[in-house]
């Protein structure tokens, strides 16, 4: 099932919120400084970017659990890069090694990931859920919105057979026609 932008921008804005306030709390719990506020919005940049372009249709569990992984790798790396140029690591060395990790952080984004896929699956299958819902119980009532009841046929006597055109004209009168030269009524 696809859909439309506003839907769209909502579950990237859900998948961006998740994703960044998870892995800001671990990072900054992991590392024992604060992420200055500049990588968490650059963080988010980039995750809402790439959230809204793989947003088009409903996701599984794998490929969730795919994008949080790498989202969780380019937070991490954009966050200490952000504490490191905030002065929080005093060498290019010390900041190197605290960009590649210890395993204790990448263990926490790892957790955080593999957590917040399986949350955000449930809450993708359960609004997938609810729009096919919608889309079959109002299935029906725009069925019924949309027919009219057609004219009182006229009674004809003898062979003469109705006019074919008049029917089209009835079925396709509320039509807009894009073709062909402009019609002058």
């Given at each position: 099932?696809?859909?439309?932008?506003?839907?769209r921008?909502?579950?990237?804005?859900?998948?961006?919120s998740?994703?960044a306030?998870?892995?800001?709390g671990?990072?900054?719990?992991?590392?024992g400084?604060?992420v200055?506020p500049?990588?968490?919005?650059v963080?988010s940049a980039l995750?809402?970017a790439v959230?809204?372009?793989?947003?088009?249709?409903?996701?599984?569990l794998?490929?969730?659990?795919?994008w949080?992984?790498w989202?969780?790798?380019?937070?991490h790396l954009v966050?200490t890069?952000?504490?490191?140029a905030?002065?929080h690591h005093?060498?290019?060395?010390?900041a190197?090694?605290?960009?590649?990790?210890s395993?204790?952080?990448?263990?926490?984004h790892?957790a955080?990931?593999?957590?917040?896929a399986?949350?955000?699956?449930?809450g993708?299958?359960?609004l997938f859920?609810?729009l096919?819902?919608?889309?079959?119980?109002?299935?029906?009532?725009?069925?019924?919105?949309?027919?009219s009841p057609s004219?009182?046929?006229p009674?004809?006597t003898?062979?003469?057979?109705?006019?074919?055109?008049?029917e089209?004209v009835?079925?396709l009168?509320?039509?807009l026609?894009?073709?062909g030269?402009?019609a002058?009524?």
């Amino acid at each position: 099932m696809t859909e439309r932008p506003p839907l769209r921008t909502v579950r990237a804005g859900v998948f961006t919120s998740v994703c960044a306030s998870v892995s800001v709390g671990g990072h900054s719990l992991s590392s024992g400084h604060g992420v200055p506020p500049g990588g968490l919005i650059v963080g988010s940049a980039l995750v809402y970017a790439v959230a809204w372009a793989v947003t088009g249709r409903e996701r599984g569990l794998g490929a969730i659990a795919g994008w949080m992984a790498w989202s969780q790798s380019a937070l991490h790396l954009v966050y200490t890069t952000a504490q490191s140029a905030g002065g929080h690591h005093g060498s290019y060395d010390e900041a190197l090694a605290a960009a590649s990790g210890s395993g204790g952080m990448l263990a926490v984004h790892a957790a955080a990931g593999a957590v917040c896929a399986w949350w955000l699956r449930q809450g993708e299958a359960a609004l997938f859920a609810y729009l096919r819902l919608v889309a079959v119980a109002l299935l029906p009532l725009l069925a019924l919105a949309t027919v009219s009841p057609s004219p009182p046929r006229p009674r004809t006597t003898g062979s003469a057979a109705p006019p074919r055109g008049r029917e089209t004209v009835l079925y396709l009168r509320h039509s807009l026609v894009l073709r062909g030269p402009p019609a002058f009524c």
